[in-house]
Structure formats: C-alpha cells, structure tokens
C-alpha cells in the first residue's frame, strides 16, 4: 500500500504527541540492523477502557495490599505486532532522567511487586489494554519502592538482538512513616578572584547530596560564605533536584561577590521536601555541611604593596627635599653673614 505524504504527517503527528503524553523509558541493547520493517507504538496508564491521562501511575498501598491497574498498548504500525510486556525496578539516570533495569539485570524491590501477562498482541493501528496486578509484601518496608512497566519489542540483525522499550514509571510508596532526609558530604570549594583589587572574586561549591530517607525528594537551600569572621557575608540559593532513596548528586554551585580576604567559611545547608505522593505527617530532616578555607587575598596586598612603596617614596622625597632646603637656608646664612663681615666698618 502506498502512503501519501499528508497521511504520513498525520501518522507521525499522532506518534509524536503520545511519546510527549507519556514518560518514556529508554531502549537497552547492542546495535543492530533491524530485520523486520519498522514499529512504533506507546504505552499508558490506562483504566479497562483505554489510556485514562496519567502521565505516571502513582499509589500508596498498605503491606499485603494487592490492587488491579491497567496499561495501554498503542500500536501505530501497519502490521500486527506481538509486544513483551515487563516490569522492572526504576532509577534515575545520571541526567535525572527516569528507566527501569534492562531485562538481563535482576530486579529486587518495585519491580518484583508487578506481575503481568508476558506478551500481548495488537493489531495494526490498534489499542490494547492490558491489566496488572501489584501486590505489596507483608513485609515491605515504608516508603517509596520505585518501578517501570514497558512494553517491548527485539529485533534481530544477524547474531545481535535489539531490544527496544516504551513504557512509563509506577511510583509505589508503603504506607507507613514516611522521612525525608538529606546527607551532604564532600563539601569542596575553589576560589577565583578578580585581579581588580576593587572587584570581588568568586567561590565555585561542589557537594554530595545523598537521599538516605525512604521517599523520593527534592531540596532547597543556601551556600553561605562568611569572611573576616562574620564580618563580610554572602548568601546563594542553592537545588537539589528529584533524587530517589538511596540516590546520590553531585551538584555544583558558586558564590558570587567574595572577596577571599583570609579566612572562609563556607556553610551548605538543605531541606528535603517529600516529592510526590502524601507529604502530611512526614519526618524532614535537613542536611548541612561547613568547609574551612583560608585564602590569600593577592590583589589586596598587591595594592597594600604599592600604596605602602608610595609611601615610602614619598617620604624619600620629602625628607630629601627637606634636607636640601636645609642646605640652602644654611649656605643662605653663612653667605649672609659673610658678607657682614666684609662691610662692616674697622673703627
């Protein structure tokens, strides 16, 4: 059949808005040329009787609790496909972006609650909803237990497989008491000051954030750096972005309007902020850091150098003027009395 090119706009128009409408997860496998033509599909939340508007699945169950959802499995090919359905346990990539473990890694928390038919076919541009069913341990521990469920499809281009996946995060979170807390460690900073003597530097800050709580957070917070003990003070704000439990950033900041005279004293702190989910009654629990530098303000003392030679010349040439006009007033008055000497009279 031969596609005219408004019906192809229109196909891939439909595709695009899909893939924004879910959160996708990113395919996993070696490369290879696929040997069967091409698919391309989108899977949702859904209820029983197609995709329901959920970007994301998200519930707070009880330990032993078991609860019926649904997915649905859009196909936008020109041929029936026969999809892999699969569940796995969710991270966040380095990039904040959310995935769920490849199929050759063992999952061991979210991703084990799930169980799901093991394959399911649609029909050409057709939509298949398909029930799964979570079912928490009687032992889960509190908090969040993060996972993906994706449909997927290999293909096979001589002896490498590809494996590609559309799927969407299913946030599962035990009820019990939920805490929020914030570790920060590795606490460094970098001076770089301004060779204008007049002009403030900057102070780059990097730090370890680790998610040590049994949510999924996010974190504000400030870099204070005080000089001249307290004196002198500068304040940034400062971000910590979506970070599942057990979950470590490295975020990296500066400051601003330092001048580096000396000592420094640079102070993070961050409150954690329960994401998702219920946050009454949770336990927060922020996190704080200090570092102690001591830096050694070159251009000031530069210009103290100059200032001080300034001085200095200053005082040579004084001092020097002096003297001669002292010289001079002396010749001045040993020619003047001199010169009394010749004219006065010998009576």
Do not use: C
């Amino acid at each position: 059949m031969i596609r005219t090119p408004l019906r192809a706009l229109t196909r891939m128009l439909a595709v695009l808005a899909v893939v924004l409408a879910v959160v996708p997860i990113s395919s996993t496998g070696a490369m290879a040329e696929p040997t069967s033509p091409a698919v391309t599909w989108a899977v949702q939340p859904a209820d029983r009787n197609g995709p329901d508007g959920r970007r994301f699945i998200e519930r707070t169950l009880d330990p032993g609790q078991v609860v019926t959802e649904h997915l649905a499995v859009r196909n936008f090919s020109d041929s029936a496909v026969v999809f892999s359905l699969k569940a796995a346990d969710g991270y966040l990539t380095d990039k904040g972006r959310f995935n769920m473990l490849p199929s050759n890694e063992k999952s061991v928390d979210g991703g084990t609650w799930i169980t799901v038919q093991e394959t399911v076919t649609v029909e050409a541009n057709g939509t298949k909803v398909v029930p799964f069913t979570i079912t928490v341990p009687e032992d889960a521990t509190p908090g969040d237990h993060p996972a993906g469920i994706a449909a997927t499809v290999t293909s096979t281009g001589g002896t490498v497989a590809v494996e590609s996946r559309v799927g969407f995060r299913v946030m599962l979170r035990a009820s019990g008491t939920v805490t929020a807390s914030v570790a920060i460690s590795d606490l460094s900073t970098t001076y770089t000051p301004s060779w204008n003597p007049f002009s403030a530097g900057t102070l780059k800050v990097g730090y370890t954030a680790k998610n040590d709580g049994n949510v999924a957070l996010t974190g504000t917070g400030k870099v204070s750096v005080d000089e001249l003990f307290g004196l002198v003070k500068q304040e940034d704000p400062t971000q910590v972005t979506e970070t599942l439990p057990g979950g470590v950033q490295v975020v990296d900041t500066q400051v601003d309007g330092v001048w580096g005279l000396g000592r420094l004293k640079t102070t993070v702190s961050v409150t954690p902020a329960v994401q998702g989910g219920d946050p009454t009654g949770a336990e927060i629990r922020p996190g704080t850091a200090t570092v102690t530098t001591w830096i050694v303000p070159w251009p000031q003392l530069a210009l103290l150098l100059l200032l001080g030679l300034l001085v200095l010349a200053y005082r040579v040439i004084t001092q020097r003027r002096r003297r001669r006009l002292a010289q001079l007033l002396a010749s001045a008055r040993e020619e003047g009395r001199a010169e009394g000497r010749r004219t006065t009279p010998v009576g």
